[in-house]
């Protein structure tokens, strides 16, 4: 449900439903998703291709910007599925002599009248949902091969457990497609970042970099995870960030797990309005407190 039918059925601003949901959050009552909240219990939820294709569509654009700056002429590379590798594949479009590799039809669709670059898809079974293919054909096909990277998506992103993914055989797929590159490059936007869903893809040891979007101010759950990210030696690239970590640079895609430093936004100091909606349930002499505490038990009920 997003924040502006949350604000309407509960009849307060978006800014308030905001720090409410924050309060349920942390009561275990609802998942934040960008814009808006799902119920509990997303380590099985996948939501299908036209829901994704929809959310952070302006992240994606950026990191796909971005993602597309580590690629160089005549490379070989595999691109996952997902709406952001959809992205990165319009534009690598014009890189002379690319070879992409790819499991995605939505991928192959995007390069398809791409004459300088060509397009190798995988073998497998159509997985309507993503447009990918998946099963055992898929990654049979990709024994043997040997490209200079792998850009991939996901569900979830944690430095716990890495990239992770709602489907089985997409995770068996993206894990062959790992296999066969030399560096992984994560993309994945701030509303990923300390997710956990079921099947791990790409445990953190094997993710060269990761390129993202900037954390909101009020997002101090992605904000923590990219430095903990940072401090197991994932390279970050932060889309639209000041200085050379905006950018590939001149040098190229550097290889190895060399830490590097990055503007991170550190740790934020509560705000009175937060500290006031994470305690709710508690009694409060401020009539301000006790609307709020009405307002978060209604949307309990409903």
């Known amino acids: 449900m997003s924040l502006r039918e949350l604000a309407r059925v509960v009849q307060t601003s978006e800014v308030t439903v905001r720090r409410d949901v924050r309060a349920l959050e942390a009561e275990g009552l609802l998942d934040r998703r960008h814009g808006g909240a799902v119920l509990p219990g997303g380590f099985t939820r996948e ?6 294709s929809h959310l952070a569509t302006a992240e994606k654009t950026a990191i796909a910007d971005l993602a597309a700056n580590f690629v160089e002429e005549g490379e070989a590379i595999v691109v996952g599925a997902g709406t952001t590798t959809q992205e990165l594949a319009r534009r690598l ?99 990923k970042l300390g997710t956990d869903t079921m099947f791990q893809t790409v445990p953190t040891d094997l993710i060269t970099r990761l390129v993202t979007d900037e954390p909101p101010p009020h997002d101090d759950r992605a904000a923590t995870e990219l430095q903990a990210l940072a401090d197991q030696g994932v390279q970050i690239a932060i889309a639209g960030a000041p200085g050379g970590n905006g950018s590939a640079g001149g040098d190229g895609p550097p290889s190895g797990r060399q830490r590097r430093d990055v503007p991170l936004p550190g740790p934020r100091r509560q705000a009175p309005g937060l500290r006031t909606a994470v305690a709710l349930g508690a009694a409060s002499d401020q009539g301000q407190g006790a609307e709020r505490a009405a307002r978060v038990a209604d949307m309990r009920r409903r």
């Open 47 to 52: 939501s299908g291709f036209p829901q994704k």
């Open 93 to 191: 479009a014009r890189v002379p002599g690319l070879t992409v590799v790819t499991n995605s039809l939505l991928v192959a669709q995007a390069l398809a009248h791409a004459n300088r670059v060509e397009v190798v898809m995988t073998g497998g079974t159509l997985r309507g949902s993503n447009y990918a293919l998946v099963g055992s054909g898929a990654e049979q096909s990709l024994q043997g091969l040997r490209v200079s990277r792998a850009f991939l998506s996901g569900s979830g992103l944690t430095a716990e457990r890495g990239l992770s993914t709602s489907n089985m055989l997409s995770a068996s797929v993206d894990r062959a497609l790992v296999q066969a590159a030399a560096e992984v490059v994560v993309l994945a936007d701030h509303t």
